[in-house]
C-alpha cells in the first residue's frame, strides 16, 4: 500500500457533504505498487468525497499522460489517459472489498486509504495496445522506418529490372496462349 499518509482521508473529522481532493500523481507513486510500465507519467487526480451519515460516496476523475513505448515501433511517446471511477462505502461488520464499487468498512474505523483505488483507476485506463499517434497519421519518423524504407526501394527497383531481362522466347510463348 502507499507508504505516504497523503492518501488517508480521515473522514471522522470531516462535516457531512462533499469535500474535494486533488493529487498530482507521478512515477514515485507507481514505485509503491512495483509498477513499472511507465517512463514517466503526469496525471492529476480529482476526488468528490461526500460524506452521507450512513456511507461515504467517492467519485475519482483523473486526466494526465503517461511516457510508455509504442507497441508497433518501440518509440516512447505521452500516451494521453482520462478516465473516471465511482466508489461508495458502508460501514458493517468487518471489512469486505468484493465488489469493486462497495467498500465496507468495519464499524470504528476512522480513515480510508485511496491509493490502491487511484492506482486501479489509472493503470486500467492505459490501453492494452499503444500505438504512437505518429503511425496512425503517417508522420513518424524514426531510424528504422527510414531503414525500411530504403530497403523496399530497393526491391521495387530490382523487380522493374527483371521485367526488361525477359528472354524473347517467353515473348512468343505468350503471344501462343493469347491467340487462341
Known amino acids: 500500500m502507499s507508504k505516504t499518509k497523503e492518501f488517508l482521508i480521515?473522514?471522522?473529522g470531516l462535516k457531512l457533504g462533499k469535500?474535494?481532493?486533488?493529487?498530482?500523481i507521478n512515477n514515485t507513486f507507481f514505485k509503491d505498487f512495483d509498477y513499472d510500465e511507465f517512463q514517466s507519467s503526469d496525471i492529476k487526480v480529482n476526488l468528490l468525497f461526500e460524506k452521507k451519515s450512513n456511507m461515504l460516496e467517492l467519485e475519482f476523475k483523473h486526466k494526465g499522460t503517461v511516457n510508455v513505448p509504442c507497441d508497433l515501433t518501440g518509440e516512447d511517446f505521452d500516451l494521453p489517459i482520462?478516465?473516471?471511477?465511482?466508489?461508495?462505502?458502508r460501514f458493517g461488520e468487518e471489512f469486505n472489498d468484493d465488489n469493486e464499487e462497495?467498500?465496507?468498512?468495519?464499524?470504528?474505523?476512522h480513515e480510508i486509504d485511496i491509493a490502491q483505488y487511484i492506482y486501479e483507476?489509472?493503470?486500467?485506463?492505459?490501453?492494452?495496445?499503444?500505438?504512437?499517434?505518429?503511425v496512425k497519421d503517417g508522420s513518424l519518423q524514426t531510424e528504422a522506418l527510414t531503414k525500411l524504407n530504403e530497403l523496399s526501394v530497393k526491391e521495387q527497383k530490382e523487380e522493374?529490372?527483371?521485367e526488361e531481362d525477359i528472354d524473347p522466347r517467353w515473348e512468343k510463348l505468350k503471344k501462343l496462349l493469347t491467340d487462341k
Open 10 to 12: 480521515p473522514f471522522v
Open 82 to 89: 482520462k478516465g473516471k471511477m465511482k466508489l461508495i462505502v
Open 160 to 162: 522493374s529490372n527483371k
Open 19 to 24: 469535500h474535494h481532493f486533488e493529487y498530482q
Open 102 to 109: 462497495l467498500l465496507i468498512l468495519p464499524h470504528g474505523e
Open 121 to 134: 483507476m489509472i493503470a486500467l485506463s492505459v490501453p492494452q495496445k499503444r500505438v504512437h499517434p505518429g
